[in-house]
């Protein structure tokens, strides 16, 4: 079975780091492209960032560039994302999500997700 | 970027009967290879999203056939031809072209 587990959320102030983790289970990580997406609070989502199977290409929403960095361990089944810089905007569920092809950006698998506040 | 419109926003629906919802691009979705990289996802009450179609109107493993999709370049529509008390919940569209990948703002389905 398919399983993406994230972990890393919680209360950080603004201008604070955090980093998020995914561990798989049920797939082989290094044969899949990966995203995160995230929600904020009653709002709709928003894709943030994907990379390729052995981390060598990344791509970011504008709103993330230059904050945000995603990263992958193979070995440890794991995908990261490390927030620098964070804002109050930042503030929503992040999800990790499995690319179902490498070719285009569906996801063919979710996370349950972790929450990101960011306040003072 | 590519902006993805939904129509309506919100939808009651009656148990067995069918519903719609439609989706446009800004800009066609539609890729050299024939396929127009459009994707539906749901997201019940307290869940994660979970994919119903991509490629426009490939529906995704485990998806029960009343769910389908149709369309090409920048209209698509997904229709459920007779609906459940379990579809409820929010559905968005999601252009799966390009990065960044663009979502529609969602439509709401709930039962009247």
């Not at chain 1, 990580?29 to 709709?44: C, D, E, F, T």
């Not at chain 2, 379990?86 to 663009?102: H, K, N, R, S, W």
Request: aromatic letters at 10%; one cysteine or more; a neutral charge.
């Amino acid at each position: 079975e398919v399983q993406l587990v994230e972990s890393g959320g919680g209360l950080v102030q603004p201008g604070g780091s955090l980093r998020l983790s995914c561990t798989v289970s049920g797939f082989t990580l290094r044969s899949y492209w990966m995203h995160w997406v995230r929600q904020a609070p009653g709002k709709g989502l928003v894709w943030v960032s994907r990379i390729d199977n052995d981390g060598s290409y990344t791509t970011y929403a504008d709103s993330v560039k230059g904050r945000f960095t995603i990263s992958r361990d193979n070995a440890k089944n794991t995908l990261y994302l490390q927030m620098d810089s964070l804002r109050a905007e930042d503030t929503a569920v992040y999800y990790c999500a499995r690319d179902a092809d490498g070719m285009g950006g569906t996801a063919d698998y979710w996370g349950h997700g972790t929450l990101v506040t960011v306040s003072s | 970027d590519i902006v993805m419109t939904q129509s309506p926003l919100s939808l009651p629906v009656t148990p067995g009967e069918p519903a719609s919802i439609s989706c446009r691009s800004s800009q066609s979705l539609l890729h050299s290879d024939g396929y127009s990289y459009l994707d539906w996802y749901l997201q019940k009450p307290g869940q994660s999203p979970q994919l119903l179609i991509h490629l426009a109107s490939r529906r995704a493993s485990g998806v029960p056939d009343r769910f389908s999709g149709s369309g090409s370049g920048t209209d698509f529509t997904l229709k459920i031809s007779r609906v459940e008390a379990e579809d409820v919940g929010i559905y968005y569209c999601m252009q799966a072209l390009q990065a960044p990948f663009t979502f529609g703002p969602g439509t709401k389905v709930d039962i009247k």
